[in-house]
């Protein structure tokens, strides 16, 4: 029991690299129910990306499909209710998305001269979920510029007319797009940004032969997000997804571990096939993890100990803690690093209750208090259990930045917003963010931040309820 509860420490998974692998036959109930909810915790941030890839990337008959991989496609436009396969997406800033498959030859990204004042950003993840790497207003500035994008086994140096070179520890990689949209007369000026931006393979961009092509890959069905909660078959669609991600020499241990139960690249785990107490205790095992993540948010995250800053970031950033970064996953895939944005998140109230349509809620900026960012900042409403934006009458998913001119100010100069299901009435709707009838929460964000956001000294309001 010991040993099940370290998981939430920065290593805690590690043992000695002694550990052989072997047959999941061969592995006793309680082991099994242990690694089962280890390799949950570890895996469900690769798996639950891969989902979201497939839909974007793979499958032609989803309507979220994007384009075929190395290829961008721009969204000139924010996202609203009907964008289901991303949870907690933001509606702030035109996407732009390439699914990098790196294993043939590296990607050259270009970016065109940005005018100054707007942020953008582009967003290197890999199938980890690792923020690895930036380019945009915070990272490089807003001038052009060319990026060399490789993937782990790629051994050349840097051509001419590249500024530096962005390597990647898997073969395919997610690159996230995010242009500033001041408000809704500015889209021909974002759709202009976008067309700027450019994808091309190494060889087209030095003019030389095309390498042979990379294996094609039979992608597997992703599991729907319900099923990766409780489906065995989690862990073959994991071990799909390891044979493009080399070992970390950090996780080598790890993985003999997980070998035990047939669990790693190039292995075959066959959930029909294991003895039924096995199987038993393997889906004991996943809700297990799930236990824990829930202990873990409630103790950590909706207590303020912990941020959801400490969910994204680079490998080193995040020191092999697996419960952080799989709360980052379950509660908002694809979050910046803390240096490009920090997401105040507003799960319970100023009174530790959770948040619902039923009651009415204020969050007043007292004057000189407004979020401190070189960017933007925004206040977003999710519907819950969906994680995704409310429809609603007003098409009003924010109350952000750009749109302070129009809210309404208090007889001090601060600002009071308003959320809850109905209309707050005359004089108030302007700083009205629509709630749902049941339960909710709120993020905010602040991209590019201050330091005293970064540090704390600035500290998001909470948010009150009405009697």
């Not at 862990?235 to 080399?246: E, G, M, R």
């Amino acid at each position: 029991m010991k040993r099940r509860q370290t998981l939430l420490g920065a290593s805690a998974l590690l043992i000695s690299p002694s550990v052989a692998p072997g047959s999941a036959r061969a592995v006793t109930p309680d082991e099994a129910r242990a690694i089962a909810r280890d390799a949950t915790i570890y895996g469900f941030p690769l798996v639950d990306s891969y989902r979201i890839q497939h839909s974007y990337f793979v499958d032609r008959g989803n309507p979220e499909f994007k384009s075929s991989w190395n290829t961008l496609t721009n969204t000139a436009r924010v996202y609203t209710p009907q964008d289901k396969a991303i949870q907690t997406p933001n509606s702030d800033t035109p996407y732009s998305f390439v699914g990098a498959d790196l294993r043939a030859e590296p990607l050259v990204l270009t970016v065109p001269a940005v005018d100054k004042g707007r942020y953008y950003s582009l967003q290197f993840i890999d199938m980890y979920t690792f923020n690895f790497a930036y380019v945009g207003s915070r990272a490089t500035g807003n001038d052009t510029g060319s990026y060399l994008l490789a993937g782990p086994r790629w051994k050349g140096t840097a051509p001419k007319g590249v500024k530096s070179v962005i390597r990647s520890e898997t073969d395919f990689v997610f690159v996230l797009y995010r242009t500033q949209l001041f408000n809704a007369d500015d889209i021909e000026n974002v759709k202009r940004i976008q067309a700027g931006y450019k994808v091309q393979a190494l060889s087209q961009f030095l003019g030389q032969p095309v390498p042979a092509a990379a294996p094609a890959v039979d992608f597997i069905k992703p599991l729907s997000t319900e099923q990766e909660r409780t489906s065995p078959d989690f862990f073959a669609i994991l071990n799909f997804i390891l044979q493009f991600c080399p070992t970390h020499p950090s996780e080598q241990a790890l993985m003999a571990r997980f070998a035990k139960l047939d669990i790693g690249a190039g292995k075959t785990f066959d959930a029909k096939a294991l003895p039924a107490e096995t199987r038993k205790a393997v889906e004991d095992g996943m809700a297990d993890a799930w236990k824990a993540f829930g202990e873990y948010k409630a103790t950590q995250l909706d207590t303020g100990k912990r941020t959801s800053g400490s969910g994204f970031g680079t490998r080193a950033f995040l020191k092999n803690d697996y419960m952080s970064r799989m709360a980052g996953a379950a509660l908002g895939i694809y979050g910046n690093a803390q240096d490009e944005a920090i997401y105040p998140v507003y799960f319970v109230d100023s009174a530790k209750q959770k948040l619902d349509g039923a009651h009415r809620y204020t969050l007043r900026f007292a004057p000189g208090q407004l979020p401190p960012v070189n960017a933007f900042w925004s206040l977003t409403l999710y519907e819950l259990p969906a994680s995704l934006l409310f429809a609603n009458p007003l098409n009003r998913y924010l109350i952000n930045s750009p749109m302070l001119p129009t809210l309404k100010r208090d007889a001090d100069g601060g600002i009071t917003l308003h959320i809850q299901n109905e209309a707050p009435g005359t004089g108030k709707e302007a700083n009205w963010l629509p709630a749902p009838k049941g339960p909710f929460f709120m993020a905010m964000r602040l991209y590019w931040p201050k330091p005293e956001a970064l540090k704390g000294t600035w500290k998001a309001p909470a948010l009150q309820r009405l009697t």
